[in-house]
């Protein structure tokens, strides 16, 4: 066989003949081979056959990757425009509600010198309904109206809330901790970006600046916000216990109890351990996005998951 033409045994495949003949562009120069098929051209042949499909299928793994410059999977459009059109006046609402709680705390923070009190009085009805509100982005999973996972998803979404509609909104004696503020202020710095930019993606490519960061502002946002929620565990647990809140004693009729003093002990703990993990999986996307520090659009070199 021609030692240095690879494709010989590819075409002997659609052009078979038996052993001996002349090997096809045996005379082209450079052929060491003799131009005869040896014995071994059936073997070689054999051997094209189920090498050739696996090879298909990796190239075809490797082509259907998405290209580098499309939106993320969360952010892409869905097919139908009533999803559309639902999921951008989604989209608006929660960006104007958010914009609303960080303009209105931030002023507060810098007329007040970096303390206040008032911040859930002023805004929190605001943050609760948007919370609520955020539910409906596990639906969207759920229904496919997005292309992203549900565990992360759901994991932020009740995250948040177990904070906020759990404990928080129960315990008005922490209503008043400054703390309040700068968790209000930590997760509207970050909503104010994703929102926006998951409406711009729903219709386009959204701003480079804004993709950016996107990718980026989590880096100190994340354990900022993350700080100020187990700063408000630790001034609730003592209220949450004395108030037996959400806890159910026996006896009863459904024969169960449930402390939720104990539950949140859990909650926090298991937080503390995975939120390491969640931040490196968010480095670990940023780094495939941009190779390791780009700031433009245009650095991106892979695709979320």
């Not at 690879?6 to 562009?25: N, V």
């Not at 959204?206 to 880096?219: G, K, N, Q, V």
């Not at 703990?269 to 670990?284: E, F, G, N, Q, V």
């Amino acid at each position: 066989m021609c030692r240095r033409h690879p494709r010989d045994i590819a075409y002997a495949l659609f052009y078979p003949g038996p052993p001996g003949k002349m090997c096809p562009g045996h005379d082209r120069p450079g052929c060491s081979g003799g131009g005869i098929y040896p014995s071994s051209y059936w073997a070689n042949a054999g051997v094209a056959i189920f090498t050739t499909p696996v090879k298909f299928i990796s190239f075809r793994a490797k082509t259907m990757v998405a290209p580098t410059s499309s939106p993320p999977p969360s952010a892409r459009p869905p097919a139908s425009g009533l999803s559309r059109a639902y999921l951008g006046l989604y989209n608006a609402l929660q960006a104007a509600g958010w914009i609303y709680v960080f303009s209105s705390v931030s002023a507060e923070l810098i007329a007040k010198n970096g303390t206040t009190t008032e911040a859930y009085d002023h805004v929190g009805s605001v943050v609760i309904f948007l919370q609520i509100l955020a539910f409906m982005e596990v639906v969207h999973v759920i229904l496919r109206l997005v292309r992203s996972s549900i565990v992360p998803v759901a994991g932020q979404v009740f995250g948040r809330n177990m904070v906020l509609l759990a404990a928080l909104w129960y315990v008005p004696e922490v209503h008043s901790h400054p703390a309040v503020a700068w968790l209000f202020l930590f997760w509207s710095a970050i909503e104010i970006i994703r929102y926006p930019f998951y409406l711009f993606s729903l219709f386009g490519n959204p701003p480079s600046f804004l993709e950016w960061l996107r990718y980026t502002a989590f880096i100190p946002l994340f354990p900022l916000g993350f700080g100020a929620e187990n700063v408000l565990w630790y001034n609730m647990l003592p209220y949450i216990k004395q108030h037996a809140l959400h806890t159910i004693r026996m006896p009863n009729a459904a024969n169960f109890s449930f402390d939720f003093y104990y539950f949140s002990l859990v909650w926090i703990i298991l937080t503390i351990c995975m939120s390491p993990l969640h931040y490196k999986h968010m480095l670990a996307l940023r780094n495939k996005r941009y190779g390791g520090g780009g700031k433009g659009g245009g650095a991106a070199t892979a695709q979320k998951k």
